[in-house]
């Protein structure tokens, strides 16, 4: 059986391009797979230092992983944090790529550029989310488009340690749905966590209404791009079509209609959600901590060997 992981940082909550770009092609093929969910608490420290808001951020993120439907019987659900060898296998990559490589990387580019500190965890992010893959000789990593390169280098990262150590590492592939690629934010650019324009995916109908109504329009346009692109993540354009050509220049009117749309989808997910209490988040992610650690402790007993620090 092929593998599949994907993995979300729990820096904030949940929006609706994790949602298109990640979650939801990850529920769609989970069962397909031997497969894998991860919740990337140290890639998370790169941009958060309050450790309460990151306790509560990782019960929130396993709380929407259950609640968009994975059984925990069928993933492995656990944080990065439980498997000590993430961190160790990342170090090792970090032996093996080099400094220019790594500052080619768009991610951390673009987040310098936002105005994120530029640490060194930062830039060394794409080795300790190559081990996140590697551990587990995925196959398939179920990833919005900003990720692509990422995979890219996940690719790099085994290619250069089977060169130097022997044949080692699976070289996954990413798996980009080109219609939900890159969800734009309230602002159209990216839609991001660390960007402050999302529309939360299980925030309260207020919430996300207070969002959808920040969306920037364009005064010049007949139609609102940002706001239609949006809505098509939830209605068949089609149907949209009609819609947008009636509320011609009136965008608070294609605002509403979007609100709707998204409460559809969201409230029964967002009514399971609130019956998973934290309990539940603490058993899901010391199951999953346990068999990942088996599997990756056996991997990383072979790196050991090959690299030569096991004598
Ligand atoms: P964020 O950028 O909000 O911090 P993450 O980096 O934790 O989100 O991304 C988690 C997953 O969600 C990744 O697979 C990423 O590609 C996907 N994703 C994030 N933002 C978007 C977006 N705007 N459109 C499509 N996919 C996205
Ligand atoms: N870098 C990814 C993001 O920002 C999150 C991530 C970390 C990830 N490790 C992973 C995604 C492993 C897929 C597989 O979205």
């Known amino acids: 059986m092929q593998r599949l992981l994907t993995g979300l940082q729990p820096s904030g909550a949940l929006h609706i391009g994790n949602y298109f770009g990640a ?8 069962g397909d797979y031997e497969s ?67 500052m080619q990387a768009h991610a951390y580019k673009d987040k310098v550029a936002k105005g994120l500190e530029a640490n060194a965890g930062l830039f060394n992010y794409p080795m300790l989310m190559a081990a996140d893959i590697l551990l587990y000789d995925i196959d398939v990593v179920p990833v919005g ?13 085994a290619a250069k340690f089977n060169e130097t150590f022997g044949e080692t590492f699976k070289e996954p592939k990413e798996r980009i749905l080109e219609s939900v690629a890159t969800v734009p934010g309230t602002d159209g650019q990216k839609m991001s966590k660390s960007y402050g324009n999302t529309i939360p995916l299980f925030g309260t109908k207020d919430e996300i209404a207070k969002a959808v109504m920040s969306i920037v329009t364009d005064s010049s346009g007949e139609s609102p791009e940002h706001v239609y692109n949006i809505h098509s993540l939830f209605k068949e354009r089609g149907e949209l079509g009609a819609l947008y050509k009636a509320n011609k220049g009136n965008y608070k009117a294609s605002k509403e209609a979007l609100v709707e749309d998204i409460e559809a989808t969201v409230a029964p997910m967002r009514e399971r959600r609130e019956s998973i209490s934290d309990d539940e988040v603490r058993t899901v992610l ?11 402790s056996k991997k990383m007993t072979e790196v050991r060997k090959k690299i030569g620090v096991m004598i």
Do not use: C
Not at 23 to 30: A, E, G, I, N
């Open 286 to 296: 010391a199951e999953g901590a346990e068999k990942a650690r088996e599997r990756a």
């Open 23 to 30: 979650l939801k092609p990850f529920v769609d093929l989970y």
């Open 36 to 102: 894998s969910l991860l919740v990337v608490d140290y890639h998370a420290l790169t941009t958060l230092k309050n450790p309460e808001e990151l306790r509560q951020n990782i019960v929130n993120v396993v709380k929407d992983y259950l609640a968009v439907g994975v059984d925990p019987k069928r993933a492995t659900i656990f944080k990065q944090s439980d498997v000590p060898e993430h961190t160790e296998l990342a170090w090792i990559f970090e032996t093996l790529v080099t400094v220019p490589f790594l």
């Open 145 to 157: 488009a900003d990720q692509r390169q990422h995979i890219e280098y996940a690719r790099e990262a």
